[in-house]
């Protein structure tokens, strides 16, 4: 009897300090920071970076008729804040050796993609021109380019040039608002 009675004794023991340690909690707290920086970028998949653009003038039709070039996702940017997008030619002509064509003999249009703004129809200078204005802030928003040399141009400044490749660079920059 003294047996059970202590072992009656020792489970009620047990079970009194197990439901104490179930019952027995602490708490602590971490602290979770979430850091920004503002960005912008314009990204590598974009058609622009490091991108060529040909027109090829063959025929005298060539020549007469206005020649478009769509370029899709011509800029991919991400930016963080609302955005303009500019453009500028590195120089004033397009070059071949000691022969020039202007550089306004392009127009560039935007003609698409997710990235919204007010646009416009550049035609291209040595300096900066807004090409978007205002764009809202997002993630990989995608901007369709129009290349455009109007056949106005192409009879007036390019026709009767010596044959060759002009070059010149062209330079989209993504700038926060």
Do not use: W
């Not at 009194?16 to 850091?35: D, P």
């Amino acid at each position: 009897m003294k047996t059970q009675f202590l072992a009656a004794c020792f489970t009620f023991t047990v079970l009194l300090l197990g439901m104490n340690s179930v019952q027995a909690q602490e708490s602590v707290t971490t602290m979770v920071n979430i850091m920004l920086e503002d960005v912008i970028s314009i990204h590598e998949e974009s058609a622009a970076r490091d991108g060529e653009v040909n027109f090829i003038y063959i025929t005298a039709d060539d020549y007469h008729t206005t020649k478009t070039i769509t370029v899709p996702n011509s800029l991919v940017v991400t930016s963080a804040t609302d955005f303009d997008i500019k453009v500028k030619a590195g120089g004033d002509n397009f070059v071949n050796g000691n022969d020039n064509i202007p550089v306004d003999v392009l127009t560039l249009k935007a003609n698409g993609g997710t990235m919204k703004g007010n646009k416009k129809d550049i035609k291209l200078k040595a300096k900066d021109q807004k090409l978007v204005n205002n764009a809202p802030k997002g993630s990989k928003l995608t901007l369709d380019l129009d290349y455009e040399i109007h056949k106005k141009k192409a009879s007036k400044d390019i026709l009767g040039m010596p044959n060759g490749t002009y070059t010149q660079t062209v330079t989209y920059t993504a700038t926060a608002n």
